[in-house]
């Protein structure tokens, strides 16, 4: 099956401090999604990003999809108490429907 | 409000007694998917549908069952649930090429 690899699994960071997240897939990708979820609740879509070489940000959170469409990284700039969570990514391969979803990174902000 | 709703966000149950959750989207997506999230695992596919009358098993689907009578409904049946279903599991449902949307999930404990 199609496989994400996401790094690291977790991370602890002061607030105001800089993070990034990355998601490595195995195979060329159709697109690229990332999520947000707090703890044992639903899912919150982020970002999408479909075109190689695509960056998309919104507030302090940017992402970016490598040329080639299998590595995607995900920066937070100054990070803040509310960014905590757990970051996914999710994709859809070129071939085939199955939407897969990497392990996850546990964010924690320290004050 | 566009969303998806899964029924119920608990559920205590015995093994071997037949049980439904329930999805249901508002946004006439055609794709609907189950998943299941345990600590260390991430997201599990346990089945996919691309349309009405067409559902397809993703990586997990032993013990479960679904169908797709009507766009907006995708319920997820456990014939007889066992502990290793013990479980939170999400429903989400996306269009062509979009992000998926999920519901708050339910959280399944099976005795």
């Known amino acids: 099956s199609q496989e994400l690899e996401q790094s690291p699994q977790s991370l602890i960071v002061q607030e105001g401090k800089n993070l990034t997240i990355n998601c490595t897939s195995s195979k060329t990708l159709y697109g690229l999604y990332w999520y947000k979820q707090k703890y044992g609740e639903g899912l919150i879509f982020l970002m999408m990003l479909q075109k190689g070489g695509e960056e998309k940000s919104h507030e302090k959170i940017t992402a970016k999809l490598d040329e080639k469409k299998q590595q995607s990284s995900l920066h937070i700039t100054a990070s803040q108490p509310s960014h905590a969570g757990i970051y996914l990514c999710?994709?859809?391969?070129?071939?085939?429907?199955?939407?897969?979803f990497g392990t996850g990174t546990s964010l924690t902000v320290i004050p | 409000e566009a969303q998806v709703t899964q029924n119920p966000r608990y559920l205590i149950t015995v093994t071997g007694k037949k049980l439904t959750v329930t999805c249901s989207q508002n946004m006439n997506h055609e794709y609907m998917s189950w998943y299941r999230q345990d600590p260390g695992l991430g997201l599990r596919q346990i089945y996919y549908s691309m349309n009405v009358e067409v559902t397809d098993k993703g990586d997990v689907p032993e013990g479960y069952k679904v169908s797709r009578k009507e766009k907006r409904n995708f319920p997820l049946i456990l014939e007889s649930p066992s502990p290793n279903q013990t479980s939170l599991y999400f429903c989400?449902?996306?269009?062509?090429?979009?992000?998926?949307?999920f519901g708050n999930g339910t959280r399944l404990t099976v005795t």
């Open positions: 999710g994709a859809v391969p070129n071939t085939g429907n199955q939407f897969y």
């Open positions: 989400a449902s996306g269009g062509v090429g979009g992000p998926l949307h």
